[in-house]
């Protein structure tokens, strides 16, 4: 069974940072691209970030480029978003996606969401 477990979310002020863990079992990680997506209260999903399985070619929404950055460990099946710079509009559910961007989107290729809040 494929599980995809987020962590590292929490509520901090424009201008911090977080970072985001994504557990992943139940597939052979190290051969899946995986890609960042996030959920705005009352707004439909937006793609965040995608990476390569071998963890070369970051690939970033226009919106968070520049302070995001995606990256993995395939030694212990994990993906991760930095985020710097936080905005109030970052606020959402983000989602790890056991896909590549193309299909990023799809909810079935979702874990359970980790909430970020940016406020003051």
């Known amino acids: 069974e494929v599980q995809l477990v987020e962590s590292g979310g929490g509520l901090v002020q424009p201008g911090g940072s977080l970072k985001l863990s994504c557990a992943a079992s139940?597939?052979?990680?190290?051969?899946?691209?995986m890609s960042w997506v996030r959920q705005a209260p009352g707004k439909g999903p937006e793609w965040i970030s995608s990476?390569?399985?071998?963890?070369?070619?970051?690939i970033y929404a226009d919106d968070v480029k520049g302070r995001f950055t995606i990256s993995r460990d395939n030694t212990i099946n994990t993906l991760y978003l930095q985020m710097n710079s936080l905005k109030p509009e970052d606020t959402a559910v983000y989602f790890c996606?056991?896909?590549?961007?193309?299909?990023?989107?799809?909810?079935?290729?979702w874990g359970r969401g980790t909430q970020v809040t940016v406020s003051s």
């Open positions: 990476i390569s399985s071998y963890g070369g070619g970051g």
């Open positions: 139940g597939f052979i990680f190290s051969n899946e691209p």
């Open positions: 996606a056991k896909a590549a961007k193309i299909f990023a989107l799809v909810r079935q290729t």
